[in-house]
């Protein structure tokens, strides 16, 4: 008995899965399997609309169908979560889709970067938790980074892909961008320049270090030739981050 039940829920998922080459199971008129077809695939496809909005403007009805149902038929999900779901896209747009005709060429760093914020929302982590001194003075003390703080590399402009913006090749420049959860947990994203890109690596590098030190090895490492301009713009900087709660004050003393 349970043998037969087991048989018949694969074969009803087989045929929800993929209705073309799948045959629905016997006994169940036709009529009553399309309800579940069309629930099933419009709530994946709903799903996904919603967790990367850019991504599906970039498709008429028919072409963001047609991605979705290869999703659907085609991927194996390792999660029954419906919170993972979008990941599972993720996987596979980077493990089964690269280069696949017709596709955008930027479509893994896109949805990458809408993913990034479901991601950073759904992280467990409490800011309140974290031992710092808020007021500490970020030059002589140790900054301590939010671990909710990402820094990302594209070689996209991801952040300006729209209906009006499809690059059909990379600029020169990689752009670098970090997404942050703050302490009221709304997710944010800022564009990083050269100086910011390298005290963030530095900082998670060198995590003992105080913020002028950190400041001095950013100016070293892209051989600036006034480093206490660095030092002045990147305490500026500092200021600005722990504004943001990326940067969450200064290590406490132990």
């Given amino acids: 008995m349970r043998e037969n039940l087991e048989q018949l829920q694969a074969a009803f998922a087989g045929h929800i899965r993929n209705p073309a080459n799948v045959p629905p199971p016997a006994g169940i008129e036709d009529r009553r399997m399309q309800v579940y077809r069309e629930l099933f695939f419009n709530n994946i496809s709903q799903l996904l609309a919603g967790?990367?909005?850019?991504?599906?403007?970039?498709y008429d009805t028919a072409g963001w169908s047609q991605l979705v149902h290869e999703f659907y038929v085609e991927h194996r999900a390792k999660t029954p979560l419906f919170s993972e779901l979008p990941q599972e896209f993720l996987r596979y747009v980077q493990e089964?889709?690269?280069?696949?005709?017709?596709?955008?060429?930027?479509?893994?760093?896109?949805?990458?970067?809408?993913w990034v914020e479901l991601a950073l929302s759904l992280e467990q982590i409490d800011l309140a938790a974290i031992m710092a001194n808020p007021e500490g003075d970020l030059l002589e003390g140790i900054p301590l980074l939010s671990p909710l703080a990402w820094s990302l590399s594209y070689r996209y402009a991801v952040h300006r892909i729209s209906e009006d913006f499809?690059?059909?090749?990379?600029p020169a420049e990689m752009t670098h961008l970090l997404a942050y959860r703050n302490r009221?947990?709304?997710?944010?994203?800022?564009?990083?320049?050269?100086?910011?890109?390298?005290?963030?690596?530095?900082?998670?590098?060198?995590?003992?270090?105080?913020?002028?030190?950190?400041?001095?090895?950013?100016?070293?490492?892209?051989?600036?030739s006034t480093p206490e301009a660095v030092i002045e713009s990147g305490g500026a900087l500092l200021h600005d981050l722990r504004q943001r709660d990326v940067v969450l004050g200064t290590a406490p003393n132990m």
Avoid: C, T, W
Avoid at 96 to 114: I, K
Avoid at 166 to 170: C, L, S, V
């Fill in 51 to 58: 967790n990367f909005p850019v991504l599906r403007r970039l």
């Fill in 96 to 114: 089964q889709r690269q280069g696949r005709g017709g596709d955008p060429p930027f479509l893994l760093e896109l949805a990458h970067y809408e």
């Fill in 184 to 224: 009221a947990d709304d997710v944010r994203f800022m564009q990083l320049n050269e100086v910011s890109q390298g005290l963030l690596a530095l900082m998670r590098e060198q995590p003992a270090l105080s913020g002028r030190r950190l400041l001095m090895l950013a100016a070293e490492k892209i051989r600036h």
């Fill in 166 to 170: 499809r690059p059909a090749e990379p």
